[in-house]
């Protein structure tokens, strides 16, 4: 009977991941604790690994904790911060909004400088290299992206940011070589999964005054049906996304400003 509900179980999950886990700790398939949910979804056994990433990028108390115990179960003890991140990359779907992306790697960060207590002065200069690398990854192997960077602009690009200025410049290099060797796959692939390439090949991209509060300058970009907006044009991270799925578009008719549109 337990193989059974265990069936259900994934089942829900896989259509929906909240439901599923719910479910499978109403029939006490798991324990009401996060450990139980975390190694539950590290085995993913039948699980789709786009449904983990989403479970896990969910912002409240207890997928935190499912998150962090996840993350924790994981081991990367001696092992370089590219291997870790491939390793962590495969075991469920990175989702597609940035705040979900950025929680995750914090926690991944963490990770990494706590079996690695001595790489890196702090975990933020562990995140922010592994946003670089991820960057880099579709810079090398996206097929769109014409201009390649190579070893030197990498390391100087990384250094030029002002946590990373001690980084070792051997480090950085090896780091590049394996990236260059070979790309960070993702488990499962499609077009709007790999964000860099968003971010790379927008449809139209520009600067416009939005306003929520008051009026503040953004750098737009438009791709895959999606709105993203920076603070500065060579951000690598977007400040937010704005899906354009079951929205109004309006004219505004405000005289000071030209090209004015409500969403
Ligand atoms: C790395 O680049 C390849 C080729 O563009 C892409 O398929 C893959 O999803 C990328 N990995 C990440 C983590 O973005
Ligand atoms: C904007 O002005 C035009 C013409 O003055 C008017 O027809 C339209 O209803 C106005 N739209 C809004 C959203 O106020």
Redo the contacts with the bound molecule.
């Keep these: 009977q337990k193989q059974q509900l265990l069936s259900r179980g994934r089942n829900k999950f896989n259509a929906d991941s909240t439901k599923g886990i719910q479910f499978l700790i109403e029939c006490k398939v798991l324990n009401d604790d996060a450990e139980s949910v975390a190694e539950f979804l590290l085995k993913g056994e039948g699980l789709h690994k786009s449904a983990i990433g989403e479970y896990l990028g969910e912002k409240n108390e207890f997928n935190l904790k499912v998150l962090r115990a996840f993350t924790f179960m994981h081991q990367f003890s001696d092992i370089l911060l590219v291997q870790a991140l491939r390793q962590y990359l495969w075991s469920f779907m990175l989702p597609g909004e940035s705040q979900k992306i950025d929680r995750i790697m914090e926690c991944f960060s963490e990770k990494y400088c706590s079996d690695n207590p001595h790489v890196f002065t702090n975990s933020e200069v562990c995140f922010v290299l592994s946003f670089a690398l991820i960057m880099l990854n579709t810079s090398l192997h996206n097929a769109n992206v014409k201009d390649k960077l190579s070893s030197e602009k990498f390391s100087k690009m990384v250094r030029g940011i002002a946590s990373m200025h001690e980084l070792p410049a051997d480090l950085i290099e090896t780091l590049y070589k394996s990236i260059k060797r070979e790309p960070l796959k993702l488990p499962s692939q499609s077009d709007c999964q790999d964000l860099m390439y968003t971010f790379f090949n927008p449809i139209k991209e520009g600067w416009l005054y939005k306003k929520r509060g008051t009026w503040k300058r953004r750098w737009f970009l438009l791709n895959n049906g999606c709105l993203y907006y920076f603070i500065q044009t060579t951000d690598l991270q977007p400040r937010s996304i704005i899906p354009l799925e079951n929205l109004k578009v309006?004219?505004?008719?405000d005289s000071k400003r030209q090209n004015c549109f409500k969403i």
Excluded at 250 to 253: Q, R, Y
Aim: with cysteine.
């Design positions: 309006d004219v505004c008719n």
